[in-house]
């Protein structure tokens, strides 16, 4: 996905808020077609906000990432 997208994915107001995480909270991205065009890769950003990394817990917060991944899958089947 490209910046605007991830930042909006990540919970990022802004573009240029993401891009400056990008090195740290975020990764960089996956691939780099121009100085222009990159592309980040929806399981990169999630394991590094980890999400899905407790899958066995039945917390509120469990439940509400497996409910989210399950919107996620329907939209790409």
Not at 37 to 47: A, G, N, P, S, T
Not at 53 to 63: R, W
Request: charged share 35%; net charge positive; aromatic share 8%.
């Amino acid at each position: 996905m490209t910046a605007d997208i991830a930042a909006g994915d990540c919970g990022e107001k802004h573009v240029e808020d993401f891009l400056e995480r990008v090195g740290t909270a975020y990764p960089q991205p996956r691939v780099v077609d121009t100085t222009r065009r990159k592309f980040w890769y929806r399981d990169d950003l999630d394991r590094a906000m980890n999400i899905g990394a407790v899958e066995t817990a039945s917390s509120i917060g469990a439940k509400f990432r497996n409910k989210i991944r399950e919107k996620r899958n329907d939209r790409t089947a």
